[in-house]
């Protein structure tokens, strides 16, 4: 060390910096910890009730977000029928489907169909030879950070 205290004032803003990164680092765990928390997979799996070979499915409470969640809506899957189609609606029937199936296969989405709180997913099948199972994923999102998530 310099007798003129220049090593002395270097060590001390060197340590400055140091516990500021740290603080930084620190910072950035808790973030990812909380986000871990608030941003989850949400899969999800189901049958259509057939009668005649046509069904519905509405359940309000099971295939879709929870109050103060939203749903990035990722894919759906639709099988186990080898004649008729399946539609599915958000929130009602009487709107634009939100996916059509005229064979078993695959609905995907890159990003940016969402389902809010209360909204719900509505399975409609017509004239099915065989079953109808699908399978899906979202992604469960916390409403604190709508904001952050669509940017």
Same mark, same amino acid.
């Given at each position: 060390?310099? =007798?003129?205290?220049?090593? =002395?004032?270097?060590?001390?803003t060197l340590e400055?910096?140091?516990?500021?990164?740290?603080?930084?680092? &620190?910072? &950035?765990?808790?973030?990812?910890?909380?986000?871990?928390q608030l941003v989850?997979?949400?899969?999800?799996?189901?049958?259509?009730?057939?009668?005649?070979?046509?069904?519905?499915?509405?359940?309000?409470?099971?295939?879709?977000?929870?109050?103060?969640?939203?749903?990035?809506?990722?894919?759906?899957?639709?099988?186990?029928?080898?004649?008729?189609?399946?539609?599915?609606?958000?929130?009602?029937?009487?709107?634009?489907?939100?996916?059509?199936?005229?064979?078993?296969?695959?609905?995907?989405?890159?990003?940016?169909?969402?389902?809010? =709180?209360?909204?719900?997913?509505?399975?409609?099948?017509?004239?099915?030879?065989?079953?109808?199972?699908?399978?899906?994923?979202?992604?469960?999102?916390?409403?604190?950070?709508?904001? &952050?998530?669509?940017?």
């Amino acid at each position: 060390m310099r =007798a003129d205290g220049v090593g =002395a004032g270097v060590a001390a803003t060197l340590e400055v910096s140091l516990a500021r990164v740290a603080a930084r680092l &620190e910072a &950035e765990d808790r973030r990812r910890s909380r986000l871990s928390q608030l941003v989850t997979p949400a899969p999800f799996i189901g049958a259509v009730p057939l009668i005649a070979g046509a069904g519905t499915l509405d359940q309000r409470d099971r295939y879709g977000p929870m109050d103060g969640f939203f749903w990035d809506l990722r894919r759906i899957t639709v099988d186990g029928f080898t004649a008729g189609s399946v539609a599915v609606y958000v929130n009602d029937v009487n709107t634009p489907r939100a996916a059509n199936f005229p064979q078993p296969g695959d609905f995907t989405w890159s990003g940016q169909r969402f389902l809010f =709180a209360r909204d719900r997913l509505i399975f409609v099948a017509t004239g099915i030879t065989g079953n109808v199972q699908f399978s899906g994923d979202a992604i469960n999102v916390s409403m604190q950070l709508y904001a &952050e998530y669509v940017m």
